[in-house]
């Protein structure tokens, strides 16, 4: 039998980057979990890593399902803004705040229930 892809990208699962705009945003939509989020860890890590100082905005808004690795790369992206001097701010769906406020790590995160112009 061989073996799965791991670099398959499920069904409605998207993550868009406007790196152009003054303040950099990457759009997630579909479910972020142990397939996914290391894309989002790649797109956030080097955005964070190119962005001298300032703010980027991870618009979760389309975000379906959130699980711990997600948090996880979350966090770990938070870890590295504040080391770079950059403002990481999360837009969060719903399921997103409800895995936030359950783990208890919003003290940790920048997060805005505004959605981004």
Known sequence: MPAADQNTTPPGFSITLDADASEPRV??????????????QETLGALITDKPSGRV?????GVTFFDSSALNVVLQAQRQAAEKEVELEL??????????????VAEHLSVSEEPPA
């Open 57 to 61: 905005v991870a618009d979760l808004t």
């Open 91 to 104: 837009v969060p769906s719903p399921q997103v705040s409800r895995v936030i406020e359950l783990t208890g």
């Open 27 to 40: 759009v997630v939509t579909g479910e972020l979990d142990l397939l996914t989020s290391p894309q989002l």
